[in-house]
């Protein structure tokens, strides 16, 4: 059981880590959006943009691949505590990730489209997206908690 928790906690190390890059990739489409035509604000922020988007994906990469190591153990060990209870939960929580998945993507896209000289949507509308994970993420916590079904 020790392994377990140990990998556990991994995966939701993992996971606040790549949730930092989910909230903040959005913001700093926002911080692009209103940067205006200054050059050298824009250049830093796309930076930081690309680093963060790298290391979002690393992060979610090292999450999948703990979250696969708890399901297969899962599915070789019956006796703990979480497989007792119905899958659904599990399935309506996947479908969520990958939602947030497709968010990020987006956002990441946009950004490869800014240093393309691509415009961004607007700083309203990127606001709204910014909002976005947090649903999905209070949606995700409950479903992980609460196990509804």
């Given at each position: 059981m020790p392994a377990y928790?140990?990998?556990?906690?991994?995966?939701?190390?993992?996971?606040?880590?790549?949730?930092?890059?989910?909230?903040?990739?959005?913001?700093?489409?926002?911080?692009?959006?209103?940067?205006?035509?200054?050059?050298?604000?824009?250049?830093?922020?796309?930076?930081?943009?690309?680093?963060?988007?790298?290391?979002?994906?690393?992060?979610?990469?090292?999450?999948?691949?703990?979250?696969?190591?708890?399901?297969?153990?899962?599915?070789?060990?019956?006796?703990?505590?979480?497989v007792v209870a119905g899958r659904g939960w599990l399935h309506a929580k996947l479908a969520l990730v990958v939602v947030m998945l497709a968010h990020y993507i987006v956002g990441g896209r946009w950004l490869k489209g800014v240093e393309a000289g691509r415009p961004l949507p607007s700083s309203g509308a990127l606001r709204w997206f910014n909002e976005l994970p947090v649903l999905l993420l209070v949606a995700v916590v409950y479903l992980v908690l609460a196990k509804p079904f």
């Open positions: 928790l140990w990998i556990k906690t991994a995966h939701v190390v993992f996971v606040m880590a790549w949730m930092g890059g989910v909230f903040y990739l959005p913001r700093i489409l926002v911080n692009i959006a209103e940067a205006g035509n200054e050059p050298a604000v824009r250049a830093r922020l796309v930076l930081m943009g690309r680093r963060l988007y790298r290391f979002g994906h690393i992060m979610f990469g090292l999450a999948v691949v703990m979250g696969l190591v708890l399901w297969l153990g899962h599915r070789a060990t019956l006796s703990l505590p979480d």
